[in-house]
């Protein structure tokens, strides 16, 4: 920090003030939550005021400098604006006003964003260790602020939020290229898929497989749970060859519940929940293991390498994505009679285990690229806050 600023009391340039409403039985209220790490406000769904009983609420004016009394120590402030006006917040949400004559809401909530204001919310924050902490009243008014003349603040909160809204345009190219590599990954599976196997017959999934469901063992009967046997559910189904899961039941369960032994070679797949949405997983099973009722298990006959279907599954996974229907409930299924009716290319051996050594060398450049998309977007999350420690060192 700046050695040239003097420093004040937030109970002298932004004193606490409570607005208490009660809120009427038959009234729509919107409330307000604030994110950890200076991620800003969000809005939660809207509620009655007969659901809020007796709980205590407090209204919201846009220019508040916002702290969640819980987690204000990790860099849950914010400045509320004109979308929250109107809307309430619980005790836990303290509303802090300006002296416009003296300082800006949005310097304020900068400098609490940077390390030595959150180390002084720490402080004023007592608790056990880990997250239990509480930000006591008194001793946020004592905290001492650092303020500069009310243009230089001005200054300051201009050139971050310009340098800011930078680091956010490159978030979005980002993301956009993220999306747009994706796509071009799923087209090109597609492509390389349709070029390898343009002489090969295509053959129903129902004449090459055999299918089995799975099943939950009763949560009622405890020695069905926490034994050696992996239970697989559409969590689970995140890469393309599974081992292991993330629970596990026993032995037993596998005799006297729905949830079977299946073998290894089996490629799993997800029929229902809600990342039919956007994914169709398929996995190869390498290991001894059960699944869920939302999945199901399809063993090749000798035409088909397990390896080769998986590999069809995730390269056309958008014609199966076709062929999910929504429930009455808006939750997605894949009807089973479909997916055993849809056709793949059945080529060659040979032929397969070159599609799947050509699409597997594709699948590892795209790997790379995400790679390395994950460390720009690291570096863009460190941008911010190195913003910020700079402008509050006089480095801006």
């Known amino acids: ?46 509620t009655t005021g007969l659901e809020i009983g007796s709980k205590r609420v407090f209204s919201v004016e846009p220019g508040d400098l916002l702290f969640n009394i819980v987690f204000a120590w990790e860099g849950a402030t914010a400045v509320a604006t004109e979308a929250e006006r109107g809307m309430i917040g619980s005790h836990r949400f303290l509303t802090c006003v300006t002296d416009k004559s003296k300082a800006d809401a949005r310097f304020l909530n900068y400098w609490f964003m940077q390390a030595e204001g959150r180390d002084q919310l720490l402080r004023a924050s007592p608790g056990g260790a880990g997250r239990n902490r509480t930000l006591g009243v008194e001793k946020l008014a004592a905290i001492r602020v650092p303020l500069p003349p009310l243009d230089e603040q001005r200054r300051i909160v201009a050139r971050i939020d310009e340098l800011a809204a930078k680091v956010e345009e490159a978030r979005g190219l980002r993301a956009k290229a993220h999306e747009g590599g994706d796509a071009l990954e799923t087209s090109a599976a597609a492509h390389a898929l349709e070029t390898l196997t343009k002489a090969a017959p295509r053959l129903p999934l129902g004449s090459l497989v055999t299918v089995r469901g799975g099943g939950t063992p009763s949560k009622d009967a405890p020695h069905f749970w926490g034994g050696d046997v992996p239970w697989i559910t559409p969590k689970d189904m995140k890469r393309r060859v599974l081992t292991d899961a993330i629970d596990h039941i026993t032995k037993a369960a596998t005799e006297k519940s729905p949830a079977k032994l299946l073998e290894p070679g089996a490629v799993l797949v997800v029929v229902r929940g809600m990342i039919l949405v956007h994914t169709f997983p398929a996995a190869v099973l390498q290991a001894p293991a059960t699944i869920n009722q939302d999945m199901k298990a399809l063993t090749p006959d000798a035409r088909l390498l397990p390896e080769y279907l998986c590999t069809v599954l995730w390269a056309w996974n ?21 997916l055993l009716s849809f056709e793949i290319p059945v080529p060659s051996i040979p032929v397969q285990k070159r599609v799947i050594a050509e699409l597997d060398a594709l699948q590892a450049k795209v790997n790379a690229v995400k790679a390395l998309q994950t460390e720009t977007a690291a570096e863009l999350d460190a941008m911010l806050p190195a913003i910020i420690d700079k402008a509050f060192k006089g480095e801006l």
Do not use: C
């Open 1 to 46: 920090m700046s050695t040239v600023w003097p420093t004040v009391s937030m109970g002298n340039v932004a004193p606490l003030i409570r607005r208490p409403i009660q809120p009427k039985a038959d009234e729509t209220y919107r409330e307000i939550g604030i994110r950890s790490f200076g991620n800003g406000v969000f809005h939660k769904t809207p």
């Open 318 to 338: 958008p014609r199966v994505l076709e062929m999910v229907d929504r429930s009455g409930h808006d939750t997605r299924k894949l009807n089973t009679d479909k």
